[in-house]
């Protein structure tokens, strides 16, 4: 079963909105979660590297003001998208790093902004 | 700059041969290799993973090959079935330690498997 969620699977919000979208790992502790973005017919682009109880570490070129990330608990991490615009719209995808050596990543999800 | 390079964007087998997706990496500090599987819409899927003391791995139909001096890696899928036609993204990491760190993804293969 999956050991990773996400919520919303689906959202649509409106230009100059903001969205936030959270990941969950299900059955083990995540000090470290990871969010990526996937455009269509491209690779999985690392935003930033989400850290329990401190701040988040941004890719470059990843505004952190606009992409606002909290790791609040060992299991949770939220990634808030503030003032979205068209261009924003996106498949976003978390993954979370389990003992042992696997990373679990959650289905994923796809924001439109209008 | 691509850390992990498929060059390879897509690739169509029929049903019942070998499908052989390849990775090639050029940062020698990877030392943890990981195999996903992607539909549309949806978060990748874990395969199958190989750390960098082995040159082999395998779990049912798939099997991870490693050639290190090459830095080079492959997944074999035998037989292949119509249900694996995915996307697949080959992942390094230079965090093996006992919690991975980032992975750097390559752009993925799209296989088609076709009765």
């Known amino acids: 079963g999956a050991v990773v969620s996400q919520h919303p699977s689906r959202v649509i919000c409106k230009s100059g909105t903001s969205v936030k979208i959270e990941c969950r790992s299900l059955?083990?502790?995540?000090?470290?979660m990871f969010w990526y973005r996937q455009f269509p017919k491209q690779s999985l682009m690392l935003m930033a590297t989400?850290?329990?109880?401190?701040?988040?570490?941004?890719e470059q070129g990843v505004e952190k003001d606009k992409f606002l990330i909290n790791h609040a608990s060992l299991t949770l991490s939220t990634l808030t998208v503030t003032s979205a615009h068209p261009e924003d719209s996106s498949f976003y995808i978390c993954?979370?790093?389990?003992?042992?050596?696997?990373?679990?990543f959650g289905p994923g999800t796809r924001l439109t902004v209008t | 700059d691509q850390q992990v390079k498929q060059n390879s964007p897509s690739l169509s087998v029929q049903e019942g041969r070998i499908s052989i997706l390849n990775c090639d990496y050029t940062?020698?500090?990877?030392?943890?290799f990981l195999w996903y599987k992607k539909y549309p819409a949806e978060g990748p899927t874990f395969l199958i993973s190989?750390?960098?003391?082995?040159d082999k791995n395998e779990d049912g139909r798939f099997t991870v090959f490693l050639n290190k001096s090459a830095k080079h890696l492959s997944l074999h899928i035998v037989p292949s079935q119509p249900g694996d036609s995915a996307v697949y993204f080959c992942?390094?990491?230079?965090?093996?330690?006992?919690?991975?760190?980032?992975?750097?993804f390559g752009r993925g293969t799209q296989l088609t498997v076709w009765p």
């Open positions: 993954s979370a790093g389990r003992a042992g050596g696997t990373m679990y």
């Open positions: 059955d083990f502790q995540a000090t470290t």
């Open positions: 989400s850290n329990e109880g401190s701040k988040a570490t941004y």
């Open positions: 940062n020698s500090m990877f030392d943890y």
């Open positions: 190989i750390s960098s003391i082995k």
């Open positions: 992942a390094a990491s230079k965090d093996r330690g006992s919690t991975l760190g980032r992975l750097y």
